[in-house]
């Protein structure tokens, strides 16, 4: 009927505010001029002021101008995790580039793979990890940077809101992992609604333990930046010990930390993770969060909120959210964050009623602008809105349903992806990538729970 229509298509989606005007570089260096001797960055005992940080990070940023970076170009960045990251991956976005995640303990034929697919010109990197890049790729060695001729006068860059702030590779069902190109303009509004929602101040610290090539991180880096706030960061491997997690928040008076709920779950589980009484929110996404995973959480640490956030990488992170309650039934993703819409629809791209489960599809200015050299998969995926003439819409493959209270309740998936400790994998990727052994005539790829909470990929196999 028409005024249910109007009620999931328009008003559920009444999140209309005002965009936050800048880009990245420009709001974290607003911020130093603010705070230039307050800690901006924590790491194994050591502190860098926000004026250092900027310092370090424009140094950095001429290095690339120098080497032809600019706007458009995208540059990897292959380090360990610690002050160096920061840097690196501030300077990147100063030289007006996008930055690429390159794990170090990617497969070479991985690293090989994304660099070529994302088009990167340079990789920023360290001269031990350097030797793990292709040969011919060219390589700024932070550690190495001579700062004679680099720390004087301005960079000359204009960075522009719909220029690309990073490109972060996810799974393919095809056995090719895709690029999803994310501009400023969707990030900043991303950190504009998130300090809106939870106010981040000068005492506050926000850990940083997600994997630079999981999208959470970009939030964990950049909102307490931008804000004045201290960014903890984990040392490298630590996102994985729940009592080396446990013992940082303390000692380092962490206030806000995310966990994928599997995570969450083993920091629970942890006996010292009850003494972590500073804390003052936690962010969950990545996976459904169960209901028994936070009772939990509510009774190990009584007075601190719990939020659930749901967003894919081809938008700037989150896009939905919820405030966990003790003692609710459900555990819903939530509304839509600012100026974003949230449409579930039949296969006929119409709206269904409330309560009926639909493939979810994103609109807003939190869109990705697609994947990185696949033009036809980005038309594939990014279709245009048949609510909002002009503009997109990602089609998700998540199955959600809206509740009487207008609120998200995500079912299930659509097709064969699954998330394993926060990451999506398809299966068709992998069961591409064993298909093509010449001892395999055929493959099957499943996703098992032989053991609750412990989700495993079989892969079933027939030989030549």
């Avoid at 960075?159 to 969707?186: C, D, L, N, Q, W």
């Avoid at 036809?376 to 998700?396: H, N």
Wanted: charged share 20%; hydrophobic share 45%; glycine share 12%.
């Amino acid at each position: 009927g028409e005024d249910e229509r109007r009620l999931v298509v328009e008003e559920w989606n009444d999140t209309d505010v005002g965009l936050v005007p800048g880009t990245l570089p420009e709001l974290f260096e607003a911020q130093v001029s603010r705070t230039p001797e307050a800690v901006a960055v924590v790491f194994e005992g050591e502190s860098v002021s926000y004026g250092e940080l900027d310092l370090r990070a424009d140094r950095l940023a001429r290095c690339l101008i120098a080497r032809g970076v600019g706007a458009e170009s995208v540059v990897g960045v292959c380090l360990e995790r610690g002050v160096e990251m920061v840097v690196a991956l501030l300077g990147v976005v100063k030289a007006g580039a996008a930055y690429l995640p390159v794990d170090p303990e990617y497969p070479a034929e991985r690293i090989a793979y994304v660099l070529e697919a994302a088009g990167a010109t340079s990789v920023v990197t360290s001269g031990v990890l350097g030797a793990l890049l292709p040969e011919g790729v060219a390589r700024v060695c932070v550690d190495a940077l001579e700062p004679a001729g680099l720390d004087a006068g301005p960079l000359g860059v204009e960075v522009r809101p719909e220029s690309p702030a990073y490109v972060i590779f996810t799974s393919g069902s095809t056995g090719r992992p895709k690029g999803v190109v994310v501009p400023h303009a969707g990030i900043v509004n991303r950190l504009a609604w998130m300090q809106g929602r939870f106010g981040l101040g000068a005492d506050d610290r926000v850990l940083q333990k997600t994997p630079f090539g999981f999208d959470v991180s970009v939030w964990e880096f950049f909102w307490p930046l931008l804000e004045g706030a201290a960014l903890v960061v984990a040392r490298p491997g630590g996102h994985r010990e729940p009592g080396y997690i446990a013992s940082l928040i303390r000692e380092q008076s962490v206030t806000t930390a995310h966990f994928v709920p599997s995570m969450l779950e083993a920091f629970l589980a942890e006996p010292s993770a009850g003494e972590c009484g500073g804390l003052r929110r936690v962010v969950c996404s990545g996976e459904a969060l169960a209901v028994v995973a936070q009772e939990r959480f509510f009774a190990v640490l009584p007075g601190v909120e719990l939020h659930n956030l749901y967003g894919p990488t081809e938008a700037s992170v989150d896009v939905t959210a919820w405030q966990c309650v003790p003692g609710a039934s459900s555990v819903p993703i939530g509304v839509p964050v600012a100026n974003t819409r949230m449409y579930v629809l039949d296969s006929g791209l119409g709206p269904v009623p409330v309560g009926v489960g639909g493939e979810l599809h994103l609109a807003g200015v939190q869109l990705a602008r697609g994947y990185a050299g696949r033009p036809g998969l980005t038309a594939e995926r990014f279709v245009a809105s048949p609510f909002v003439p002009g503009q997109r819409m990602y089609r998700t493959g998540d199955v959600v349903r809206w509740n009487v209270d207008g609120q998200l309740e995500y079912l299930g998936r659509a097709d064969e992806q699954v998330k394993i400790r926060g990451l999506r994998i398809e299966p068709g990727e992998v069961q591409a990538v064993v298909a093509a052994h010449p001892q395999v005539a055929r493959a099957a790829v499943v996703a098992r729970e032989d053991v609750p909470g412990d989700t495993r990929l079989v892969a079933y196999v027939v030989p030549t």
